[in-house]
Nanobody, 122 residues
Framework: VQLQASGGGLVQPGGSLRLSCAAS????????LAWWRQVAGKEREWILS???????YYADSVKGRFTISRDNANEKVYLQMDSLKPEDTAMYYC?????????????????WGQGTLVTVSS
């Protein structure tokens, strides 16, 4: 499976943005999919994931504002971001792992997209 993230851009505080991550590969539906983000000079931060049973997990920093969903038929995972704040500014990455025992453990994800930049600023 290969991943390709897209949809980043500049948005005003309080605005919304939807990121997409397209995957190619016959075993897409088996993977746990996640979104991470990274601010320059800081470690990559897990923000949410969805497993093969469509169970979702959210970091407290985005709970109630961000939503993850997947479309197995079209091999895509989405990140809907609402009520965006300047502190959400980061490079956003999609990740995929077959066996993810700990959602926020980077080494559990063996596949990564190239990242898409989200800037929240007025």
């Amino acid at each position: 499976v290969q991943l390709q993230a897209s949809g980043g851009g500049l948005v005003q505080p309080g605005g919304s943005l939807r990121l997409s991550c397209a995957a190619s590969g016959a075993t897409f539906h088996y993977y746990t999919l996640a979104w991470w983000r990274q601010v320059a000079g800081k470690e990559r931060e897990w923000i949410l994931s969805i497993n093969s049973a469509d169970t979702t997990y959210y970091a407290d920093s985005v709970k109630g504002r961000f939503t993850i969903s997947r479309d197995n038929a079209n091999e895509k995972v989405y990140l809907q971001m609402d009520s965006l704040k300047p502190e959400d500014t980061a490079m956003y990455y999609c990740g995929a792992g077959i066996v993810v025992l700990q959602n926020d453990l980077e080494s559990d994800y063996e596949l990564w997209g190239q990242g898409t930049l989200v800037t929240v600023s007025s």
